[in-house]
C-alpha cells in the first residue's frame, strides 16, 4: 500500500510540508511517500500544453497520482480557499482530461491542514467540489485542522503540540486502513 503526501506551501518553512513530514515520522510502517510540488511549475496554460507538452514535474506527479492507493494532501489556507500553487499542479496532473480516471479516478483523499485561527477548515472544504468533478473519494472520518499553527510548531519544524500529533496518528492510521478495506479500482484500459 502507497499513499502519495502532497501538499505544503512555496514557504521554506511551511507548516503544512512540516505536517506531512510529521505523518510520515508517526507512521513509519506505512509507505507515505512525500511528493514535493514544484513552484517553478508555469500557471496551467493549455497553448504551452499544446505546444510543450507538460513539464517533467508532472508527469512525475500524474505518475504518482497513478500509482497511489491513497492521497493525503497537507493544505494551507489562502483567503479562505484553496491555495493557488497546489490548485495549479492538480490541474495540470488532470490534463488531457481522459487521463483523469487513470490519474484520479476513485482515489480515496483524506485532507490535514495547519494555518491560522480556524486550521484549515474553509480550504479542505473548498477543495470537495475538485475531489467530485475528478471522480476522487475523499475521506472525511476523521479530520485535523491544526489552528495557530505558529504555536503548535517548534523551531525546527516538529509539532509540538501532543494532542494534535495524536489525532494526527490518528488520521494517518484511520486512512491507511480505509485504502486497505475499500482500496482503489483501477480502470481496466
Known amino acids: 500500500m502507497r499513499i502519495l503526501a502532497l501538499g505544503g506551501s512555496l514557504r521554506e518553512a511551511s507548516f503544512n510540508r512540516a505536517l506531512l513530514h510529521e505523518a510520515a515520522a508517526l507512521a513509519p510502517e506505512i509507505d507515505l511517500g512525500l511528493v514535493a510540488v514544484a513552484g517553478a511549475l ?5 497553448d504551452i500544453l499544446d505546444r510543450d507538452g507538460p513539464p517533467a514535474e508532472v508527469l512525475r506527479l500524474k505518475e504518482a497520482l497513478a500509482a497511489a492507493d491513497g492521497l493525503l494532501l497537507g493544505t494551507p489556507e489562502y483567503n479562505w480557499s484553496i491555495p493557488g500553487f497546489l490548485k495549479n499542479a492538480i490541474d ?3 490534463r488531457p482530461a481522459s487521463d483523469i480516471p487513470e490519474v484520479f479516478g476513485d482515489l480515496p483523499v483524506a485532507l490535514i491542514g495547519a494555518g491560522g485561527s480556524a486550521g484549515t477548515r474553509l ?14 473519494r ?24 501532543d494532542a494534535a500529533r495524536e489525532q494526527l496518528r490518528a488520521v494517518v492510521a484511520g486512512f491507511a486502513a480505509h485504502c486497505a478495506e475499500l482500496p482503489r479500482t483501477r480502470s481496466a484500459e
Open 42 to 46: 508555469p500557471l496551467f496554460d493549455q
Open 92 to 94: 495540470w496532473a488532470s
Open 138 to 161: 475523499p475521506w472525511a472520518e476523521r479530520t485535523l485542522y491544526v489552528d495557530r499553527a505558529r504555536e503548535r510548531f517548534d523551531d525546527q519544524g516538529r509539532l509540538s503540540d
Open 123 to 136: 480550504a479542505q472544504s473548498a477543495w470537495l467540489p475538485v475531489f467530485r468533478y475528478l471522480r476522487m
